[in-house]
């Protein structure tokens, strides 16, 4: 496939918020999300959750490719099948990445208390206010944020709409973190500067 016929398929698949001079790009296909990612010169990173299992406090730590990332929620947390889910139902499910990246992006859906994945209205939101709301039914379900300004500081997940209330349970699978070149990161940079500087001889 042409870089061209790819990039149109991205443009007809993904809601582009602007902002300022930068963008922040939502997928709900994990194909066009590691094509996107790849375009602007960024390795991702996998963290599949496979070595926990149980009740873990807030503030949970681990690493994928070189990506801190610190999950929490009201209630703390509760890990099983491969997934890492909130232990307590309808609650906020969090992750903060240190250092921050360009992009991230996961399989987000709702299970109940034993890990079977229930339909769900799912709510995903980055820091900056970005937003994804949609129905998750499946392992498969995606949902993919890439920032071509700004990087992205941590991702909340919410789930809702399956009753009676008090089964649905916040979950994640396979969260993936986008991160560019060296090279890539100072020319966004640049970019930035070059386009604050266009603003103000106007």
Not at 31 to 52: C, D, K, M, P, R
């Amino acid at each position: 496939m042409s870089i061209k016929i790819a990039f149109s398929a991205v443009a007809m698949s993904v809601v582009m918020t602007q902002a300022a001079s930068a963008a922040m790009v939502t997928f709900s296909n994990a194909s066009l999300w590691n094509g996107f990612s790849a375009a602007q010169g960024a390795s991702v990173a996998t963290e599949n959750f496979n070595s926990y299992n149980g009740f873990y406090l807030n503030g949970l730590t681990g690493t994928a490719g070189g990506i801190q990332w610190t999950a929490s929620a009201p209630g703390e947390l509760y890990a099983g099948s491969g997934f890492m889910s909130t232990n307590s139902p309808e609650a906020l499910l969090t992750f903060t990445m240190s250092p921050s990246v360009q992009g991230v992006a996961g399989n987000f859906f709702s299970t109940d208390a034993s890990f079977n994945i229930i339909p769900a209205i799912i709510g995903v939101q980055l820091a900056d206010g970005s937003a994804y709301v949609g129905n998750a039914t499946s392992l498969s379900d995606f949902v993919g944020f890439y920032s071509t300004g700004a990087s992205i500081s941590s991702i909340s997940i919410t789930v809702a709409g399956n009753l009676p209330a008090g089964t649905n349970f916040a979950t994640v699978d396979n969260l993936y973190f986008a991160v560019p070149a060296p090279g890539a990161v100072a020319l966004i940079g640049l970019a930035g500067l070059i386009g604050g500087s266009r603003k103000r001889r106007r």
